[in-house]
């Protein structure tokens, strides 16, 4: 398989579109909305000359459907609040997504959005940024607030170990809990590159003072072997079924791996001294349990149709098999009523406040 050119979260507001299924997300930005309330304090509630005229905040992985829109919202409120007297005249949002992603159905969301904010100062205007946040995609020095909300665990691309065949992560998609000390360490390496590209790219394109809040999905412990997060396994025995039934080739399934990491918080602090521009504000790890459905058909149901708008992209990529998505969340609802019913995956939110250095 060639490295994935970009991962895409399904589109559209159908049944089976990220719009519908991303509750995960959307409570990972309540817990992120705080960040923003504060890094907007900091960058509007002091001196008159120190409030930007027009702050621009960007959305790095926006995505498409209601969470696309919500950080961006909890900004401007948040400068409305912080000083009544206007002296922030203007708010630019840009919402950034790789180019396949479902601009359309972003762009339909934001008139309502422009109503919502558009009866007093500041004058909110929207701008779409397609292009990877792995490299640039503003001009120097111009963007006040950067959030992202659960997408750096995304990586640019496989490591190029196990897309080449040198690794083979036989049994899992990506650096899981029974991963080889190889493959875990080519993941962490693509995440350390990446994660440098991001800071230094936006290092660039960040004032001097200017804030950014970041949330990821991470890891609870150090160790890798430790995890209980139990969906690199569970999506290659998903992948076995379909397998096993003749939807898609076995000799490919052990040749699928997703661009996909989970820090712990200590890789993240560690790649952000690394890089040098930015100063930690504020840096916590929220551990949770998902558990398995027991039983509950509809809940083993909706738990399917979360992991098929995050993987479908990847599997018509790899597998080019018609219905591919239908498949997978089938046997996926299959598994979470049957060996999954009762197992519990436990992970992490990384929540990261950071300042452009002066």
């Known amino acids: 398989m060639a490295s994935a050119p970009s991962v895409c979260m399904t589109g559209g507001d159908g049944e089976t579109s990220y719009a519908k299924n991303s509750a995960m997300q959307s409570g990972v930005q309540s817990m992120l909305k705080p960040l923003v309330e504060e890094a907007i304090s900091d960058l509007c509630g002091g001196a008159a000359g120190a409030t930007p005229p027009c702050l621009r905040v960007a959305d790095l992985g926006c995505s498409s459907g209601p969470n696309a829109l919500a950080l961006a919202s909890a900004a401007v409120d948040a400068v409305r609040r912080c000083q009544p007297e206007r002296r922030c005249r203007e708010v630019c949002v840009y919402l950034n997504d790789l180019p396949n992603n479902d601009f359309n159905t972003v762009f339909k969301d934001v008139p309502p959005f ?7 100062p500041p004058l909110v205007m929207v701008f779409g940024a397609p292009g990877s946040f792995y ?50 360490a080519a993941y962490a390496r693509q995440f350390e590159h990446d994660f440098g590209r ?26 890798l072997a430790s995890s209980q997060d139990m969906y690199p396994e569970l999506i290659a025995e998903i992948l076995q079924d379909m397998a ?10 052990d040749a699928f791996n997703e661009p996909f990491y989970s820090p712990c918080l200590e890789e993240v602090r560690a790649a952000v001294e690394r890089e040098g521009s930015f100063e930690v504000v504020a840096m916590e790890s929220s551990v949770f349990t998902e558990r398995g459905p027991r039983g509950d058909a509809e809940r083993a149901k909706a ?35 049957g060996p999954a019913a009762e197992q519990d995956s436990t992970g992490a939110v990384l929540l990261v406040s950071l300042r452009r250095r002066k």
């Not at 422009?114 to 007093?120: A, I, K, P, S, W």
Request: glycine share 8%.
């Open 303 to 337: 738990m399917a149709r979360s992991m098929r708008v995050l993987d479908e992209w990847l599997l018509v990529q790899h597998f080019r098999v018609e219905g591919v998505g239908d498949a997978y969340a089938s046997a996926a609802e299959e598994r979470f009523m």
């Open 114 to 120: 422009l109503r919502e904010h558009g009866d007093v």
């Open 198 to 223: 991001f800071l230094a790219a936006r290092a660039e394109e960040v004032v001097p003072g200017g804030r950014m809040v970041l949330s990821l999905w991470g890891r609870p412990d150090k160790d």
């Open 244 to 253: 096993s039934r003749g939807v898609i080739p076995a000799e490919e399934v």
């Open 135 to 184: 490299g640039r995609l503003f001009p120097a020095d111009t963007l006040h607030l950067v959030c992202s909300n659960f997408s750096l665990h995304w990586l640019s691309q496989v490591p190029q170990e196990l897309v080449d065949g040198v690794l083979v992560n036989k049994g899992r998609v990506c650096a899981g809990r029974t991963s080889s000390p190889a493959v875990a």
